[in-house]
């Protein structure tokens, strides 16, 4: 078919339109069940519909099912249909597009006012020769109802003072450094179980438990033993049970792209030089090895001599590596790995990984480092999620900073959720701070509010919430790193008690109403202007809403009710403070406090 060259003086911009048959606007959700995304210019069309049929059945007359808009952002509109898989798992489709005064074909070959014929075989037409049932990407299924907790190990308790290092300070001695060791342990995070089921997270995230010279164990000496000074084997073994007969699951930091300059393969690198039979697993520019003034050998970072990098790409390294993640999983049952610095590893280890991983556990979690766009590394065949920072960036420029409007929030967001496949969204790791960022709190210049709202904001979004240890109780910290990393108080006269009281009702909320996990995500309100904010979460009959007030005024919003489905009549019961909020006259109207928010139920 060729391009009907009449349509060039439309008033459609064909040019923002775009769509291809892979990748997050076109996949398997599941083994029978396809999604298909369109992307147009916003406000642009008036309505998409999707064609389809059986490329081998041409004489059949193509179905008609029409599409819905489900996103927006600053520039485009994104249109999605989720369709059964036929029986015969042979798909080909074209849309049709209709801004209200133009009508175009959109298919493979480009654009035309004229229908493609279905008796053409290939072009113009997206096909799916065949739609295969293991290319649904598969996630673990208890992942898409985790909330995590991370810890830094070595200031969270200090449970076994017998085996607190030599040079360990009183707890919470401050100013901390890096080199300051307070004497945080297994033991103690076990001692804390208590807590942690009292606050309702199901999954713990461990930063490195390895043995390791420094505080925070990313340079590891010994990949098969636990750092002395955090406990043993038998110690973790009994941590990981108790977390399992708590319903807890608990995962691992993976440090796979570097070693620390300890380890011993590359201490024999260091000893024999050029002899060494490991010379292979580093990148060496020069002997004998030197640290400074620059390293004679590459590391992660710019120049760290202490962690020196891993040549992944070789065979002897990928398997040690690869036989590192697998023993831990069979030796003490953990449930999976954060990989720190996933993107700077190639993508075939993660291949590997992923294989020799899923055969230990196939309900094991791989969560990745990737501080930008994840996408390549959430094909299926790598990650199964990753480090949402772009998630806390938003956040926090919205909540924190009072960077944006609530109508560059909600885009922002939006562009974000359409860069990945909908399961993906489902199990992303999203922080407001970890051991690598300020404390939220402090971002917020102590506005224990401000952060209220963000908190209420991130337990009812889609993906994973995660609270870094102490944020739920106000613990603050700016500056160096190490003033994010400090020691956990457990003084409850210096808690925030009122922060860690809605971070439980959050947490419950979240895990009794199944639609905050289940459901999808509809925005329904952005001012600009107040900086309101509403969407609903849903999912078949059952309907949230949520509002959030993020000014320091107080303010009145409206909200259609042929936006959100509720009846024209209903009390709605608000889940954090049981206020009764009625619709009338086709409409929810809410007040809502300074730096507030809502979260409004029909039961």
Not at 396 to 415: E, I, N
Not at 443 to 459: H, P, R, V
Not at 465 to 470: C, E, F, K, R, T
Request: hydrophobic content about 35%; proline content about 5%; overall charge negative.
């Amino acid at each position: 078919m060729s391009i009907d060259r009449s349509t060039e003086d439309c008033d459609m911009l064909r040019e923002a339109i775009y769509h291809k048959p892979w990748g997050a606007y076109a996949y398997l959700l599941e083994s029978d069940r396809l999604s298909i995304t369109l992307r147009a210019k916003k406000e642009d069309l008036r309505s998409c519909q999707l064609f389809h049929g059986d490329p081998w059945e041409p004489d059949k007359p193509l179905e008609k099912l029409q599409m819905r808009r489900v996103a927006a952002d600053d520039l485009y509109d994104y249109f999605r249909i989720v369709v059964k898989v036929p029986a015969s798992r042979r798909f080909r489709y074209t849309m049709l597009l209709d801004d209200g005064s133009e009508q175009l074909w959109y298919t493979e070959a480009g654009f035309s006012s004229k229908q493609p014929q279905t008796k053409e075989l290939g072009l113009p037409f997206f096909e799916f020769l065949y739609l295969r049932e293991n290319d649904a990407f598969s996630v673990p299924r208890w992942a898409k109802k985790a909330i995590f907790y991370q810890i830094f190990p070595e200031r969270f308790c200090n449970g076994d003072k017998t085996n607190d290092p030599p040079n360990a300070v009183e707890w919470g001695t401050l100013p901390a450094t890096h080199e300051t060791f307070y004497g945080g342990d297994l033991r103690g995070i076990m001692e804390k179980l208590p807590y942690l089921v009292n606050l309702g997270i199901s999954a713990i995230y461990l930063t490195p438990i390895f043995s390791s010279p420094s505080t925070h164990k990313y340079d590891i000496k010994d990949y098969y033993q636990i750092d002395p000074h955090f406990g043993d084997l038998a110690t973790f073994k009994q941590l990981v049970q108790k977390c399992h007969e708590l319903g807890i699951r608990i995962i691992l930091d993976g440090v796979f792209d570097h070693c620390g300059f300890e380890f011993w393969v590359f201490q024999d690198v260091v000893q024999k030089g050029p002899k060494s039979e490991y010379g292979e697993w580093f990148r060496i520019y020069s002997f004998p090895i030197k640290t400074h003034p620059t390293p004679t050998y590459e590391t992660w970072g710019k120049n760290v001599w202490n962690l020196p990098r891993f040549r992944t790409s070789n065979p002897e390294v990928k398997e040690y590596l690869v036989d590192v993640a697998v023993y831990w999983i069979k030796e003490t049952d953990i449930d999976g790995w954060r990989l720190d610095t996933a993107s700077e590893v190639d993508h075939d280890f993660w291949r590997e990984f992923r294989k020799a991983v899923k055969a230990a556990k196939p309900e094991a979690l791989i969560v990745g480092e990737v501080p930008h766009d994840a996408s390549l590394w959430l094909e299926g065949d790598q990650l199964d999620s990753a480090m949402n920072y772009p998630f806390r960036d938003i956040v926090v420029d919205f909540f924190a900073k009072s960077r944006m409007t609530a109508g560059d929030f909600d885009a922002r967001l939006a562009r974000l959720r359409m860069q990945y496949r909908e399961h993906v969204n489902e199990v992303l790791y999203n922080p407001l701070g970890s051991h690598d960022t300020p404390r939220f709190l402090t971002l917020c210049d102590g506005n224990a509010e401000k952060m209220m709202c963000a908190l209420i904001f991130q337990m009812t979004y889609i993906g994973m919430p995660v609270i870094y240890y102490g944020d739920e109780i106000g613990m603050s910290g700016g500056g160096s790193g190490e003033d994010w990393r400090g020691g956990m108080i457990w003084d409850e006269t210096r808690q925030n008690q009122k922060l860690l009281d809605l971070c439980k009702k959050l947490i419950s909320i979240r895990k009794t109403q199944s639609v905050m996990t289940n459901g999808d995500f509809t925005t329904v309100h952005a001012d600009p202007r107040s900086n309101t904010y509403a969407y609903l979460r849903h999912h078949d009959d059952k309907r949230i809403l949520i509002a959030i007030n993020n000014s320091p005024e107080t303010q009145h919003i409206t909200i259609q009710n042929e936006k959100t489905g509720f009846p024209p009549e209903l009390v709605l019961t608000d889940l954090l403070g049981e206020d009764k909020h009625k619709t009338s006259d086709g409409e929810i109207r809410l007040l809502l406090k300074p730096y507030s928010g809502v979260i409004l139920s029909e039961h």
